[in-house]
């Protein structure tokens, strides 16, 4: 069984940083993109980065510059670190997984559908 354990969320100023970390187990196929998403109250859940077995990744355009995704530390661990925090970024971010028969770069996954899901990490930038 996949199981996908987000943190790192939490309360912070604008400006600020933060650094979500992905836990991930149970994943078999060698081929496989990590992602993270966010929705906020109201609005569609959105791409924000992920990173492929490939080494690849992605970076949405409202996060490049600020947002790094890497798979450093654990094998099974992929972190976001988020800086220049703005409240716009403010949201439920989620990790989410999928596999593949096949190399997949990130930006392609991005176009999939993700079957694993983990409960998610609270975001929240004041004003």
């Known amino acids: 069984e996949v199981q996908l354990q987000a943190s790192g969320g939490g309360l912070v100023e604008t400006g600020g940083s933060l650094r979500l970390s992905c836990a991930a187990s149970g994943l078999k196929f060698d081929d496989y993109a990590i992602a993270w998403f966010r929705q906020a109250p109201g609005k569609e859940r959105e791409g924000v980065s992920a990173?492929?077995?490939?080494?690849?990744?992605y970076i949405a355009d409202f996060a490049k510059g600020r947002f790094t995704i890497s798979s450093g530390g654990a094998r099974n661990t992929v972190t976001l670190q988020m800086n220049s925090l703005k409240p716009e970024d403010t949201g439920l971010y989620s990790c989410a997984a999928t596999e593949y028969f096949g190399t997949t770069p990130a930006a392609e996954a991005m176009s999939h559908s993700f079957y694993y899901w983990g409960r998610g990490t609270q975001v929240t930038v004041s004003s």
């Open positions: 990173v492929s077995s490939d080494g690849s990744t």
